[in-house]
């Protein structure tokens, strides 16, 4: 390829051409692959390398994004994840499957099956995670919803309405507002686990997190909707959620059941995915991660599951402490390991 060739490859953010070149930039010193979804370089900024060895030899270094040292074709996960790097940067047009297949060099079928196995969701399913990120970060960057549905790339507002609704949490409009003209009522339950605060929309439980400080539990609240309206229940005023209240602190005294409230939670399509089989494990008993992505048909994806573990913001309800690593130790757990192994150690008693 001659220069004029690479620079619209780069401009395409072609992953066709990232086996052929790289192409570094000499005012931040970053070497990328041609489809790398980072900002586009000026044309004077830019030199074309051979491979990466060329472009570390030339002194620059390798762009965290589109990791370009990785150039093991036959690789199918760095193949997937080139891919996901032409869906970022095409996310506004219409990328049909077979398209996609072209890109890969692989036939649709094997496409999908691949590229489920490697990421852990469709092609289409990404596609749509991608564009409700960019529709998201237009709206929090304060763009009107209509142009916010055009640049995302979702085509209509009906496209997107359609899969808003469990994502958000709320109208795109309040979401846009960070919640403004949402009200979140709270409540702190004293529990054997310690603080235990909790926040709901009308549609539900958005936020259930231990901590030692109530007040650092209600900044977070905060800081996730800082337009929102966020006050305490009185609860004699709002006897749903004083019972909601009372039941989870009666099953982490170990005298109820785990109850089934209802929640607003939102995630990206795989986030939603994990979080759900989650709640299918029986209480009382745990999974690998690596188990997780073999039951939701991702078996490569078991670090993306202990990510989606560690994104939740619903404890107990999604209950991520069931989630164990391969060799038997507890792995990760964002409110601590001691209160992963105390509901482990309670959802095992009331089996027994």
């Given at each position: 390829?001659d220069?004029?060739a690479?620079?619209?490859?780069?401009?395409?953010?072609?992953?066709r051409?990232d086996a052929?070149?790289?192409?570094?930039?000499?005012t931040t010193g970053v070497?990328?692959r041609?489809?790398?979804?980072?900002?586009?370089?000026?044309r004077?900024?830019v030199r074309?390398?051979a491979d990466?060895a060329?472009?570390?030899a030339a002194g620059f270094r390798?762009c965290?994004r589109c990791?370009?040292?990785n150039?093991d074709?036959?690789d199918?996960?760095?193949r997937?994840?080139a891919?996901?790097?032409h869906?970022?940067?095409?996310?506004?047009?219409?990328?049909?499957l077979?398209e996609?297949?072209?890109?890969?060099?692989l036939?649709?079928?094997?496409?999908?099956?691949v590229?489920?196995?490697?990421?852990?969701v469709?092609?289409?399913?990404y596609?749509?995670?991608v564009?409700?990120?960019?529709?998201?970060?237009?709206?929090?960057?304060?763009?009107r919803?209509t142009?916010?549905i055009?640049?995302?790339?979702f085509?209509s507002?009906?496209r997107l309405?359609?899969?808003?609704?469990?994502?958000?949490?709320?109208t795109p409009?309040?979401?846009?507002a960070?919640?403004k003209?949402?009200?979140?009522?709270?409540a702190?339950a004293?529990t054997?686990l310690?603080p235990?605060?909790?926040?709901?929309t009308?549609?539900?439980?958005?936020y259930?997190q231990?901590g030692d400080?109530?007040?650092?539990l209600?900044?977070?609240?905060?800081?996730?909707?800082?337009?929102?309206?966020i006050?305490?229940s009185?609860?004699?005023?709002?006897?749903p959620?004083a019972?909601w209240v009372?039941?989870?602190?009666a099953?982490?005294?170990?005298t109820?059941?785990r109850?089934?409230l209802?929640?607003?939670?939102r995630?990206?399509?795989?986030?939603m995915r994990?979080w759900?089989f989650l709640?299918?494990?029986?209480?009382?008993?745990v999974?690998?991660?690596?188990e997780?992505?073999?039951a939701?048909?991702?078996?490569r994806?078991a670090?993306?599951?202990a990510g989606a573990c560690?994104a939740?913001?619903i404890?107990?309800?999604?209950?991520?402490?069931r989630?164990?690593r391969?060799d038997?130790g507890?792995g990760g757990?964002r409110w601590?390991?001691?209160r992963?192994r105390?509901?482990?150690?309670l959802?095992?008693?009331?089996?027994?």
């Amino acid at each position: 390829m001659d220069e004029q060739a690479m620079w619209q490859a780069v401009c395409g953010r072609d992953a066709r051409a990232d086996a052929a070149f790289r192409y570094g930039v000499i005012t931040t010193g970053v070497y990328c692959r041609p489809s790398c979804p980072s900002r586009r370089p000026r044309r004077e900024h830019v030199r074309f390398f051979a491979d990466a060895a060329a472009a570390r030899a030339a002194g620059f270094r390798a762009c965290r994004r589109c990791r370009p040292d990785n150039t093991d074709a036959n690789d199918p996960v760095a193949r997937m994840q080139a891919l996901c790097r032409h869906i970022e940067a095409h996310a506004e047009q219409n990328l049909r499957l077979e398209e996609l297949a072209r890109v890969a060099g692989l036939s649709p079928s094997r496409l999908q099956r691949v590229f489920k196995a490697a990421i852990g969701v469709s092609p289409r399913q990404y596609l749509e995670s991608v564009r409700l990120g960019r529709f998201k970060g237009a709206l929090r960057e304060g763009a009107r919803v209509t142009t916010a549905i055009h640049e995302a790339g979702f085509g209509s507002a009906s496209r997107l309405y359609e899969r808003v609704d469990t994502r958000l949490g709320m109208t795109p409009q309040q979401y846009r507002a960070r919640g403004k003209g949402v009200t979140i009522s709270f409540a702190v339950a004293p529990t054997p686990l310690g603080p235990a605060m909790l926040g709901a929309t009308d549609r539900g439980l958005c936020y259930l997190q231990f901590g030692d400080d109530q007040d650092q539990l209600l900044a977070q609240l905060r800081a996730e909707y800082p337009q929102a309206t966020i006050e305490r229940s009185p609860a004699e005023a709002d006897a749903p959620f004083a019972d909601w209240v009372a039941a989870l602190a009666a099953h982490l005294a170990g005298t109820a059941p785990r109850p089934e409230l209802p929640l607003d939670i939102r995630g990206t399509a795989f986030q939603m995915r994990v979080w759900s089989f989650l709640q299918s494990i029986p209480s009382g008993q745990v999974r690998a991660y690596a188990e997780v992505a073999e039951a939701i048909g991702a078996p490569r994806a078991a670090r993306a599951v202990a990510g989606a573990c560690a994104a939740n913001r619903i404890a107990v309800l999604i209950p991520c402490h069931r989630v164990v690593r391969g060799d038997g130790g507890l792995g990760g757990y964002r409110w601590g390991l001691a209160r992963k192994r105390t509901l482990i150690d309670l959802e095992r008693r009331e089996r027994s």
